[in-house]
């Protein structure tokens, strides 16, 4: 296990559940997974190592202990947020590492539990897949703090679920759980708490399985980025890479002789 961030307390750690499977554990328990300022950071730099490993096939993201998180660390905005200059010192890194998780080239299955709240719904929302528990509680408090909730924080939870459902998280600051989430199209299915580990982590190792290029294309397709231009043309490249693969022409051959075939992501 490797730990980023400045204390062991307040921390992010990077673990491998199995082969080319790797966990993000946001972890502050005591605090319900706030994400200190050291976690940002520390987030930013474990998700940037993760982009060179090449045996990387997908990443579940999750709090430590009984939570998700329960968003940034309110107790240090006195001091990292007290005037626009350090807010916007304070929101870069915040940035980059909500950017790093978005740029993983490999899946990423987000594993809800306890309360998601303000900048961890927002971590939750760039995962390309979320299992919640069927307990789990959603909430944007945004409102009761007196700051705006980030405009692209917005636009990916509407993305990713409901313009209507998102603003009346924002507007009325209410939580909703884990049904009225998959109701709104944040998440496939909620499950009853007991069942979720397990659940993440046969469905991170059917993706495992997989080959690597298919996932790639596929998340570049699934992007509200492939709507644009650039975007769309990326999405079509990467599945014209996997018809000239060497992963894909090795498929074909074992298919002829029934044989199974482990992809290389060449």
Known sequence: ???????????????????????????????????????WRGLG?????????????????????????????????????????????????????????????VPVVAEIRGVCMGAGLALAAQADLRCLAEDARLAIPAARIGVAYDPDWVTRLVAASRAEWVGEM????RAYGGA????????????????????????????????PLTMRATKLALAPAARTPEGAARARAAARACDDSDDYRRAIDALGRKEKVEFKGQ
Do not use: W
């Open 1 to 39: 296990m490797k730990l980023f961030g400045d204390t062991p307390e307040a921390s992010v750690r990077l673990s491998q559940d199995a082969p080319g499977v790797l966990r993000v554990t946001l972890h502050q328990p005591a605090l319900r997974n706030a994400i200190a300022a050291g976690m």
């Open 180 to 211: 009225e989430a998959v109701a709104q199209g944040f998440a496939a299915r909620a499950l009853p708490e007991a069942s979720l580990a397990g659940h993440v982590q046969a469905l991170a190792a059917d993706i495992a399985r997989g080959a």
């Open 170 to 173: 924002i507007y009325a600051g």
């Open 45 to 105: 730099q474990a998700l940037e190592a993760l982009r060179s490993r090449h045996d990387l096939r997908v990443v579940i993201l999750c709090g430590a202990g009984r939570d998700f998180s329960s968003g940034a660390d309110l107790s240090e905005f006195l001091t990292l947020r007290r005037d626009p200059a350090a807010t916007e010192a304070y929101n870069f890194h915040v940035r980059a590492a909500v950017a790093a998780l978005a740029a993983l080239p």
